[in-house]
């Protein structure tokens, strides 16, 4: 049976993410979703509810789990028994930190591959940060992220002063 690791912060878990989970969980025998625990950012969810979001938001495929971790992600990936990293891409900076990653996965766990999908066009150009500043900005973010993303998101910031001039995005 083939495993693959999904690792990130999922601060919070977009349509993006959702979206290479479900191609990979098409891909691989085996998908585990891994929600890093202490990642180098101001984190808007604590990991309980990172996972629970994300938990939540993959419950319609069958062969994906979602797992806290911590430490170096390669070994986790050895530690879980998998085949591979999967990560996504949306542009060619990505790719530049990707590649730097897989190498020094390589060199520490040879055994572990990296694979990278492209992310589909209509999620380019999303990133949690950049879901995290409209939804704190009273922007809407319906079809950006999971439904259970955006009530949660709503919850977060339901006391945060509202901006009528924040452009609402058209749900794809």
Not at 76 to 101: P, T, W, Y
């Amino acid at each position: 049976m083939k495993g693959a690791l999904y690792p990130g912060s999922f601060d919070p878990i977009t349509s993006g993410h959702v979206d290479i989970a479900r191609r990979g969980a098409a891909l691989f025998d085996r998908l585990v979703v891994g929600v890093y625990d202490t990642p180098s950012k101001n984190l808007l969810f604590d990991t309980t509810t990172r996972v629970a979001l994300a938990r939540e938001a993959l419950a319609p495929f069958s062969n994906v789990e979602v797992q806290p971790y911590q430490g170096l992600t390669v070994e986790f990936a050895h530690n879980l028994g998998v085949a591979a990293i999967l990560r996504g891409l949306r542009a060619v900076s990505d790719f530049e930190i990707e590649m730097q990653m897989a190498h020094q996965h390589r060199a520490i766990r040879p055994d572990v591959e990296v694979v990278c999908l492209f992310t589909s066009p209509n999620f380019s150009f999303l990133s949690a940060s950049l879901i995290k500043e409209v939804a704190r900005l009273g922007g809407d973010v319906a079809g950006l992220v999971p439904d259970n993303v955006a009530k949660a998101l709503r919850a977060r910031f339901a006391d945060a002063p509202q901006n009528d001039n924040v452009p609402r995005f058209l749900n794809t």
